[in-house]
Each structure stands twice: as structure tokens, then as C-alpha cells.
């Protein structure tokens, strides 16, 4: 969907992907249900389209929390033990 710059179905994302359909669909629906893609209904068709701004922001966020972890040193001490913060 990124590559392509507009909606699109779930049959032209699944057949860049090597599972079902049925998972495909359900993954589409999970992240529009989370914000991270707007799905419009025409007819039949579900068309699916990332939401930029809220995408942006969310890996933002999971970029802010690697760095934080990797500055914190905290997935695991001298020893080598697990400190259980990440």
C-alpha cells in the first residue's frame, strides 16, 4: 500500500503476500481498527490506505522506546542477566 501512493484492496495486498487471503483481511481490518489505515467501503470492496500522520507517530514512538532501551543499556547487565525492561 505504501509503495503504491493510493487505496488499495484486499486482493492487491494479498497477492503481494505469501498467505491467505482470510489473514490478510483480517490484518487489514486489525490496523484500520487501530487507526494505522483508513478503510473506505464501496460495494463489495473494502479499499484500504495508510493514515500518515498516525503511522508516522506510532513509529515515532517505537523509535523514542528502542533508543531509550539501547541508552538505558537495559536488556541485560554485566553479567549478562535479563534487568526485564524491555
Do not use: I
Not at 479499499?47 to 543499556?73: G, I, M
Amino acid at each position: 500500500m505504501l509503495k503504491c501512493s493510493r487505496p488499495c484492496s484486499v486482493t492487491e495486498v494479498a497477492a503481494c503476500c505469501s498467505v491467505d487471503f482470510s489473514v490478510v483481511a483480517r490484518h487489514l481490518t486489525a490496523l484500520a481498527r487501530v487507526g494505522l489505515l483508513e478503510a473506505t467501503k464501496e460495494g463489495r470492496t473494502v479499499w484500504y490506505a495508510p493514515c500518515s500522520d498516525s503511522l508516522a507517530s506510532r513509529l515515532r514512538q517505537l523509535a523514542d522506546a528502542v533508543d531509550a532501551c539501547s541508552a538505558n543499556s537495559c536488556c541485560g547487565d554485566a553479567e549478562g542477566g535479563d534487568r526485564g525492561c524491555c
